[in-house]
């Protein structure tokens, strides 16, 4: 179990005991169970030819933090959109990094939406055991054979799995039992900045609208062998706190020698004063009103927590985080509790002056501290950071630059009574899992645009299948499982096929 | 006149208003003016070859922060040594890189010590006009003809000109009028950790003790063309705070995902709480006992102040730093008089967490301040570091490592009285130049080896000619000045040779 609760969509489903789900009971249509063995049958005939594709697509990196690969990643997509019969398929350009629309029309009632993303987290190809763009396909010990490489499990080995049950259905002779609309962006790991201009395109608003809801294919087995499924996510804020020389009208121009601090001001020092307002000497956030809108959970938020905690290993969950003791040395279930129902402002990293090996005698001109600030329902982004920005001015740092750098302006939330939640119940069901239930991920993805208005869709995850290490060397997907507690890849493709017809 | 003030031995005498030195008066000896002509005129013909003497110097990249090229910058210092004269040329092992040892037995009555460091600080290539190890001679616009690399003016450029001064003697048929010491070391620009074993070596000591003072060749002359001479420097101590979880015992492990900062207690704001206790709101050091050993200036020593105040440029002063006001908003004189008085704590540095561009979704298990303290007279590197612990200790934050990473133990003071500083003054005024003095620098430089105990020798630095951008993009040591207040290499090594007669 390597992390006990879910805290971003890469990491969807690590971590739920088994458990009955509590509140969701499927309502599947009738379908015809020899049709399903002849599309399961095809999509084992076919696993090579998915395993290759993944490995194509993971091969062509596409980093927006560092805009390379973005052309060629967003033609890719395109193109794999295409071979898996997506009829319409269209680079929605933005101010950023370009999307892609598609549609796949079965001539089913239903509609169904997807997101996707095309991008993938920097890397460091000197951490890797084996190259993050070679997408080899290697032996990991109580696993099996998985494709390592960067994207491989956020989010390129689910949305393979996924494009693999369109190849399936149609190489069985079968038609797609729901209609699909698919949005992709290619910014996702730089804070989704304009994905709004993708969704809200003249075309693409009108398709998602006719859509049960919206999911993302993801990954959700954890490492015990465990499925969640979140109702929410929070929100997500990503910005820098500056303070430099030039706003404060005080310090040096540039970087000078450290010896002048007899009688120069250090803009570090501004920025360490500046940042100590912002928290309780508990270090929880102290920002005027930040606190506002946060509410309890309801009693049937604390029932899945309380489930959770009952049923999953606080020991466990510590040593996976490498954690020895909660915040405010609270017990596990009151951990659940504070990470669904707390919001965070958090330094996530320092950056000023001379930041290499040893030390460098200089008086810096300008620091920065990277914070991160996750959103629960009824706050906004530009609420909080106008928040931030008045309890700043309020102190005397008005000076002190509130760059944004991008975010999830809201939490997002979808009811477990939804058919796409339900759905996702009784497909997981099918592969003998019983799914339980979480409250809201402590982590954000950008399912607001689709859980706010005007859209007001149910929106979520869904997929078996195991992978883990998103954002940190030796990302995996697992392709064959040796592991007694998980499944692979066929029951990934599998768990897709059966979450299309439970969606019908 | 780039910088009012001197703050560091690279940077020495950049900073003097013309004006009758104060308090020295020179005692030449009579020394044969047809001898010094044929010296002069031999260190003329030996100009291009003393020119690309350096040029090979700089060309040998020894960086001690990398570990690079440190061997072969140790054994072209010996080499160099050798070739200018001196009878033995030892390697002095330290625990850290190695030093030199080397005589120059000229059978003279009166000995002198030399300092040499033949490392240079680290470079960033891509931010050089010419690149740095190629010491390319480069026409700088108002200043002439300049050598441009890594190390050119810190401090192998002055080096380079004594040593011609050494070719120059004895290329004209002369003895040196002096007999020499020479100590260099390899980790000036990492705190000459282990300065002191080349200096309390068993062969060093004794050598040094014989001397009459210490000085380190300088390239003194300011863009306005004055000339200063420091008659001490502050100490200094170069470290690192670190909160980690590992010590706290709170926080995770490694850095993990941001979102789970809802119930995981984070370094970084660790740190910045115990950063905040170490200042008071405007900023001075407020570690408990810090500023016991201050002392107010010496009526003498305010007197050079104020002969440096009335004749130096306040707003050409601030406009070099790059500074719109002085800390505490006070008036020029004072400014000087904290630089000179006031010891310093100074941030230098912030890393933690992610430091990239953009912003990384990530909760850092590490945060670290880099720390520059200068310590005035009668502070002690030792004394303050326990100073600094015990006040962390006291508020709580015990867990904050104190990592020293090098420095200058002490302060370092010379008497303006010493033969030494009269024999700088008297061969200044060889060059029609008025040195001003100055009770001590700003930075600091390892002299306190020398001007502590056992040897209680005088120590400073001396040297005409020009250079600048030391630690910068663009260093450069002017070797033909077409500016009319400023010297080059001709009028740099003859100061030398004048020097060496001065001190006879």
Not at 350 to 370: D, I, M, S
Not at 456 to 469: E, I, K, N, T
Not at 474 to 493: C, H, M, Q, R
Request: hydrophobic content about 45%.
């Amino acid at each position: 179990m390597p992390t006990p609760l879910v805290t971003r969509r890469d990491l969807l489903g690590t971590f739920l005991a088994s458990a009955a789900a509590a509140c969701a009971a499927s309502a599947p249509r009738t379908v015809d169970a020899a049709d399903l063995r002849t599309i399961y049958a095809e999509a084992e005939r076919r696993r090579a030819e998915g395993v290759q594709r993944l490995q194509e697509w993971i091969r062509q990196p596409s980093i927006a933090a560092e805009s390379r690969g973005m052309q060629e990643g967003c033609d890719l997509t395109m193109r794999l959109a295409r071979d898996a019969g997506f009829g319409v398929v269209e680079r929605i350009p933005t101010d950023g990094h370009p999307g892609v629309f598609a549609t796949l029309d079965a001539g089913a009632p239903r509609t169904v939406g997807l997101y996707f993303m095309y991008d993938v987290k920097q890397v460091d190809p000197s951490e890797w055991s084996s190259p993050p763009w070679d997408a080899a396909l290697v032996d990991l010990p109580n696993l099996g054979k998985a494709v390592m490489g960067r994207g491989a499990v956020n989010q390129k080995g689910p949305q393979a799995a996924f494009l693999a049950a369109l190849h399936a259905v149609r190489g069985a002779g079968k038609k797609l039992p729901v209609n699909l609309v698919l949005v992709a962006e290619g910014e996702e790991e730089v804070g989704s900045t304009h994905l709004a201009q993708i969704v809200r395109h003249a075309r693409v608003q009108p398709a998602l609208a006719k859509c049960m809801g919206v999911f993302m294919p993801d990954a959700s087995q954890a490492l015990d062998g465990t499925v969640g499924i979140n109702l929410g996510a929070k929100g997500d804020i990503e910005l820098e706190l500056v303070a430099s020389s030039e706003k404060w009208g005080r310090g040096p121009k540039t970087d000078i020698h450290s010896s002048e601090a007899a009688r120069v001001d250090n803009p570090a020092w501004r920025l360490v004063q500046a940042l100590a307002t912002l928290i309780t000497a508990d270090r929880d956030p102290a920002v005027d009103g930040f606190m506002d809108a946060v509410r309890p959970l309801s009693a049937a938020e604390l029932a899945m927590i309380d489930m959770v905690a009952r049923t999953s290993d606080e020991a466990t969950s510590k040593q996976s985080l490498g954690v020895a003791r909660w915040a405010h040395d609270v017990d596990y279930r009151q951990s659940l509790v504070d990470l669904c129902q707390k919001p965070t402002l958090s330094i996530e990293g320092l950056v000023g002056g001379y930041t290499g090996p040893g030390g460098k005698t200089v008086l810096p001109h300008r620091a920065v501290a990277k914070v991160d600030i996750r959103l629960v329902p009824d706050m906004t982004a530009d609420g909080t950071i106008d928040k931030l920005k008045a309890h700043l001015a309020k102190r005397g740092f008005g000076d002190i630059e509130v760059n944004v750098l991008g975010g999830i302006d809201e939490a997002t939330t979808t009811s477990a009574d939804s058919a796409m939640i339900r759905a996702e119940v009784a497909a997981y069901k099918k592969a003998r899992i019983d799914a339980m239930l979480w409250p809201r991920m402590a982590g954000s993805w950008p399912g607001h645009l689709f859980t706010g208005k005007p859209l007001a869709l149910p929106a979520g995850h869904f997929g078996m299948g195991h992978g883990d290490r998103a954002h940190a060397p030796d990302e995996y997907y697992l392709i064959e499982s040796n592991n007694p507690k998980l499944f692979g890849w066929d029951t990934a493709v599998r768990s897709f096929v059966d979450f299309l017809y439970e969606l019908a």
